[in-house]
Every structure is written in structure tokens, then in C-alpha cells.
């Protein structure tokens, strides 16, 4: 089944403990984003990347890295969550945005206390 | 930079009515893409629809039509004969046609509730 899977689906952590929810695909695609979806701001784009080490930022990168070695997967570091990255997080790839879209995975619950 | 709003935080409606959704940009591009994702309460998020802005005709996928008003940058999606399941949260989003550019801009959202 073609589709973009996320890990965990929730995750409490402490402050500063540094986290990695991981992102894979395997429909083959280019692009991969993470995005962060907070009750009345909708979805914010974190990072992106265009293919393998190539990445860049999104509206909202602060607090958080990515890295793209392998073109299935996309992880996102938090190398010290605090409780504003509080969110629910959702990986997305596609093989062109402006003509598919971005499928999205299941989404990432974080809760940083 | 683009910009999207919704300005419906919250809608309601009886099963097997019709209900648009609002949904307004912001852009100095002539071209660019518009798209409707709903998002269940099992929170995945759902193609619905999409459209090109150099297309005069509007998009259509089944009960789901957009009213694409480009001269007023307005794309409202109009849910037909509504379902139980069409309860959800409902974005628009909007990506101009530069390329490079895969940044997939969100408005904040409404919340539909279909009501039995």
C-alpha cells in the first residue's frame, strides 16, 4: 500500500531531551515536508526538501532540523524540545505539489512538558 | 508571501443538505494552484479537490464542487447532498507556480459538523 508512515503516532517528552519522529515513503517521491498543525494557525511548514540533501526551510524551522540521506526517509530533530513545540506534527511527500498535492502521513501527537 | 483565510472557524448543517465552505487568498501570481483537504477526526488529511487558476472551468469530484472566483481570489468548496461522514476539519490551501517553489500555504481551517 503506497503511503507515508510516521513515527510514533504520540510522544510525551521532557524539556531538552532531545527526540526524532521519523518519516518514510515508499512511493518514490522527490518531495517531503513536515508541518506542524496547532488549533487556529492550521498547518505551518517546518522544513521541505526537493530530493536527497536538499533541504530548506519552511514559515516555522526554529527549534528543528531535518535531513534527507535516503530518498524514502525524512526524520525531524527536535535536539531540545521545549513546550512551544507542543503540536501535532504530519510528514507529507509528493511527486510534484502543484499538480498532486502532498499525501500526508497519520501525524505525530508531541506533547513537550 | 501568500496568504489564505478561512473565515468560517465553525459550520453546521443537517445530513443531506448543501453547505459551502469560505475560503479567500492573497497573491501577486497570475498562476498557481488551490486545493481542499478534509481532515476527520482520525486526523489524517484527505485530497478532496484541486484547481488550476489558468482554468476557467471549476474543479468538481463528486458531492465536492469549488466556486473558483479569480478576480476576487476566492475558492469556496460546496459539499452537495452532505453525509454524516463529511464531518471534518476542512482546508484550503494554495501554491503559486514557481518553480522550486513546493510550499503548500494553509488557511486555519473549518470545522463542519453534519448534523443527523
Known amino acids: 500500500e503506497a503511503q507515508v508512515t510516521q513515527n510514533p503516532r504520540y510522544l510525551i517528552t521532557v524539556t531538552g531531551k532531545k527526540l526524532t519522529v521519523t518519516c518514510s515513503q515508499n512511493?518514490?517521491?522527490?518531495?517531503m515536508s513536515w508541518y506542524r498543525q496547532d488549533p487556529g494557525l492550521g498547518l505551518r511548514q517546518i522544513y521541505y526538501?526537493?530530493?536527497?540533501?536538499?533541504?530548506d526551510k519552511g514559515d516555522v524551522p526554529e527549534g528543528y532540523k531535518v535531513s534527507r540521506k535516503e530518498k524514502r526517509n525524512f526524520p525531524l530533530i527536535l535536539e531540545s524540545p521545549s513546550p512551544n513545540q507542543t503540536s501535532l506534527y504530519f510528514c507529507?511527500?509528493?511527486?510534484?505539489?502543484?499538480?498532486?498535492?502532498?499525501?500526508f502521513g497519520s501525524g505525530t501527537r508531541l506533547t513537550v512538558v | 508571501a501568500q496568504t489564505v483565510t478561512q473565515s468560517q472557524p465553525e459550520m453546521s448543517v443537517q445530513e443531506a443538505e448543501t453547505v459551502t465552505l469560505s475560503c479567500t487568498y492573497d497573491?501577486?501570481?497570475?498562476?498557481?494552484?488551490l486545493f481542499w483537504y478534509k481532515q476527520p477526526p482520525s486526523r489524517q488529511m484527505i485530497l478532496v479537490i484541486r484547481?488550476?487558476?489558468?482554468?476557467?472551468q471549476n474543479a468538481t469530484e463528486n458531492r465536492f464542487s469549488v466556486n473558483f472566483q479569480k478576480a476576487a481570489k476566492s475558492f469556496s468548496l460546496k459539499i452537495s447532498d452532505s453525509q454524516l461522514g463529511d464531518t471534518a476539519m476542512y482546508f484550503c490551501?494554495?501554491?503559486?507556480?514557481?518553480?522550486?517553489?513546493?510550499?503548500?500555504?494553509f488557511g486555519t481551517g473549518t470545522r463542519l459538523t453534519i448534523i443527523p
Open positions: 507529507a511527500s509528493s511527486f510534484g505539489v502543484k499538480n498532486y498535492g502532498y499525501t
Open positions: 512511493m518514490n517521491h522527490e518531495y
Open positions: 526538501s526537493m530530493n536527497v540533501e536538499v533541504t
Open positions: 497573491t501577486s501570481e497570475s498562476n498557481y494552484y
Open positions: 484547481q488550476e487558476a489558468y482554468k476557467q
Open positions: 490551501a494554495f501554491i503559486d507556480s514557481n518553480f522550486g517553489n513546493e510550499k503548500l500555504t
